[in-house]
């Protein structure tokens, strides 16, 4: 493999730290005809160049790996001597297209007309093209990169099918990829009949950078309503969970270049105080990705898929199934334990008519709050009335209703309400569109709750159903992008939440009232099935870091089925939730 360090200055055999492979269409070269020079060329690197300019920013060493300028590219046969030769002068990587490939490669294939709001007809070999020119690049990264420790930045639609051709040949790669083009409405984009396959390549990057909101927003539009996935903002940040893999989505507009304004403006003093220079974008982006894929190296992989079709499920290092010996000799072994169940596909099996809990249910449940060193909550996204009623006769039973949002430690205790202030007004937006959705899909309803909205599809058409959810997410994240909510897909619901309401809050909270009242935990079971309840186990595996804790304590997240989570534990079927919740009032 080669391991080339050019920093714009000395080379460095060995880098010590992770590279930088910055990969555009074009290489960073200015290329001079002299039938003198070695290939006949004199190569120096293009300050005007994009990626060169970009690279300023960027923790040096950078490689570079792109084609060669026009007139060197038709000239100059591939050779191992003349991309040793540039690699080792200029950290410039080449890679060498056939002149038919690369016009039918950077003409051809109809992504430009279309993301500039132009729809021509899609041909399918002129794709064909792309994906092989495409692979070339491809190719050649893989001949440099070092996957444990570089950083890749793939520039621009030229090379759009790149994240998903290197992550099948390097499955735990660091990816970035940046869209210097607008990205198009989500009309527009559903005309390319590969759209899943391009969404889904971009999805196999770590970060994906656009250079307006606008065109995020059509982006994550077109997710939720071609994929049928969903976004949520969290400290800041708009991230899709995929897979297991959290993909950062970010706003990165590129600057201008300081030191060329200093050449040809007079007036430095202007100059100086603009903000937007590309070394500050530059740092962004590669804190933002060192940031999405901290966790790659340690993640198991499954390979799902084929061809552009490809993608990866990521599961923790240490994921397994939860096991009653485990389990049964933490519960025995504590004396403080704090019990966290979802309900809906937890607790009772998701597709009952009845939801109302058996008695079984109850039984069990009464049997786990009689022991005074248990202190035992449902955790629900369900409205606190109705709770309140199935749950009447389970009097010790704790319940954390509508995500967190009300609170009651027992039935006699009075409910609390959390102290985030919540503006309903979006509701004036979303339910005339619920109840469009709701008029023309029969089986449908709409459920208001006194922080949120759920439209129910469960008794809708099997094929009908699930499309219209997804159209109705996507309508709403357009119409919502400026209201603090978040729009979220569960199991046949499309719910609207306000934002800094979820599971993971309301389990922060009970924590640490539990350590107001002196009671620190040493044992936490925590136990859900779908997307609202990774939050739970986000906060249990991630965010009990200075929290009202015993100095040694049994954490225990646990989803149903083995899939991407971020629970370190799982059980095969909601059943066994049952079995093992017996298992432990029996001990």
């Known amino acids: 493999m080669l391991s080339p360090s050019y920093s714009g200055h000395e080379r460095?055999?060995?880098?010590?730290?992770?590279?930088?492979?910055?990969?555009?269409?074009?290489?960073?070269?200015?290329?001079?005809?002299?039938p003198d020079a070695p290939h006949g060329f004199d190569f120096s690197l293009d300050p005007d160049a994009l990626p060169f300019q970009l690279s300023r920013g960027l923790p040096q060493p950078v490689?570079?790996?792109?084609?060669?300028?026009?007139?060197?590219?038709?000239?100059?046969?591939?050779?191992?001597?003349?991309?040793?030769?540039?690699?080792?002068?200029?950290?410039?990587?080449?890679?060498?297209?056939?002149?038919?490939?690369?016009?039918?490669?950077?003409?051809?294939?109809?992504m430009w007309p279309v993301l500039h709001y132009s729809v021509h007809p899609y041909n399918?070999?002129?794709?064909?093209?792309?994906?092989?020119?495409?692979?070339?690049?491809?190719?050649?990264?893989?001949?440099?990169?070092?996957?444990?420790?570089?950083?890749?930045f793939i520039h621009d639609y030229h090379l759009w099918a790149l994240p998903t051709l290197l992550r099948r040949k390097s499955p735990h790669a660091r990816i970035g990829f940046l869209l210097h083009s607008p990205f198009p409405t989500p009309e527009i984009f559903h005309t390319m009949p590969v759209r899943k396959d391009l969404l889904g390549s971009l999805l196999n990057a770590d970060i994906v950078g656009f250079q307006s909101f606008d065109c995020a927003c059509y982006f994550l539009s077109c997710c939720a309503r071609v994929l049928g996935i969903s976004y949520r903002t969290k400290q800041g940040y708009i991230g899709i969970d995929y897979n297991g893999r959290r993909v950062l989505v970010n706003i990165l507009s590129v600057g201008i270049d300081i030191d060329q304004l200093h050449a040809v403006l007079p007036c430095t003093r202007y100059v100086s105080r603009q903000d937007v220079v590309y070394s500050a974008w530059a740092r962004s982006l590669d804190q933002d990705l060192l940031r999405a894929s901290k966790d790659n190296s340690s993640m198991v992989i499954l390979k799902l898929g084929l061809a552009m079709s490809f993608r990866v499920a990521?599961?923790?290092?240490?994921?397994?199934?939860?096991?009653?010996?485990?389990?049964?000799?933490?519960?025995?072994?504590?004396?403080?334990?704090?019990?966290?169940?979802?309900?809906?596909?937890?607790?009772?099996?998701?597709?009952?008519i009845n939801k109302a809990p058996s008695q079984e249910v109850i039984r069990t449940l009464n049997e786990l709050c009689s022991d005074p060193k248990n202190t035992v909550f449902l955790v629900s996204g369900r409205g606190k009335d109705e709770l309140a009623q199935w749950f009447a006769p389970c009097?010790?039973?704790?319940?954390?209703?509508?995500?967190?949002?009300?609170?009651?430690?027992?039935?006699?205790?009075?409910?609390?309400?959390?102290?985030?202030?919540?503006?309903?007004?979006?509701k004036k937006i979303a339910v005339p569109i619920m109840e469009l959705y709701t008029e023309t899909t029969v089986?449908?309803?709409?459920?208001?709750?006194?922080?949120?909205?759920?439209?129910?599809?469960?008794?809708?058409?099997?094929?009908?159903?699930?499309?219209?959810?997804?159209?109705?997410?996507?309508?709403?994240?357009?119409?919502?992008?400026?209201?603090?909510?978040?729009?979220?897909?569960?199991?046949?619901?499309?719910?609207?939440?306000?934002?800094?309401?979820?599971?993971?809050?309301?389990?922060?909270?009970?924590?640490?009232?539990?350590?107001?009242?002196?009671?620190?935990?040493?044992?936490?079971?925590?136990?859900g099935d779908d997307r609202s309840d990774e939050d739970m186990f986000e906060a249990t595996t991630t965010g009990m870091k200075n929290r009202a804790l015993a100095e040694t304590v049994a954490i225990f997240p646990c989803t149903i089925g083995y899939k991407p989570s971020l629970a370190k534990y799982y059980l095969d079927e909601q059943a066994d939730v049952l079995k093992m919740l017996r298992g432990l009032t029996q001990l």
């Open 12 to 34: 460095s055999p060995s880098p010590p730290e992770a590279r930088r492979i910055v990969v555009a269409h074009r290489l960073p070269l200015r290329a001079e005809p002299n």
């Open 63 to 110: 490689i570079f790996v792109g084609v060669l300028p026009p007139a060197a590219a038709d000239s100059i046969p591939e050779s191992d001597e003349i991309s040793t030769d540039l690699l080792t002068r200029f950290s410039c990587h080449p890679v060498f297209l056939d002149t038919k490939l690369h016009a039918d490669f950077y003409d051809g294939f109809c």
């Open 124 to 152: 399918k070999d002129l794709y064909h093209v792309f994906l092989t020119a495409n692979m070339q690049f491809a190719n050649h990264i893989l001949d440099v990169l070092n996957t444990d420790q570089d950083l890749v």
């Open 314 to 352: 990521a599961l923790g290092p240490n994921f397994q199934k939860l096991s009653p010996e485990h389990i049964n000799l933490a519960y025995h072994q504590t004396g403080n334990r704090l019990i966290l169940l979802d309900y809906d596909g937890t607790v009772i099996p998701q597709k009952l």
């Open 395 to 426: 009097k010790n039973l704790g319940i954390s209703a509508e995500h967190g949002y009300f609170t009651r430690w027992s039935k006699d205790s009075p409910w609390e309400s959390c102290k985030l202030v919540i503006d309903s007004n979006w």
């Open 443 to 527: 089986g449908s309803s709409i459920e208001g709750k006194e922080t949120s909205l759920v439209w129910h599809y469960e008794k809708a058409d099997r094929d009908l159903g699930p499309c219209q959810a997804k159209e109705l997410q996507s309508d709403l994240q357009s119409l919502l992008a400026n209201e603090a909510v978040y729009v979220n897909r569960g199991q046949k619901i499309v719910e609207v939440n306000p934002e800094g309401l979820d599971k993971g809050v309301a389990v922060e909270h009970l924590v640490s009232a539990m350590g107001d009242r002196g009671n620190f935990s040493d044992f936490i079971l925590c136990v």
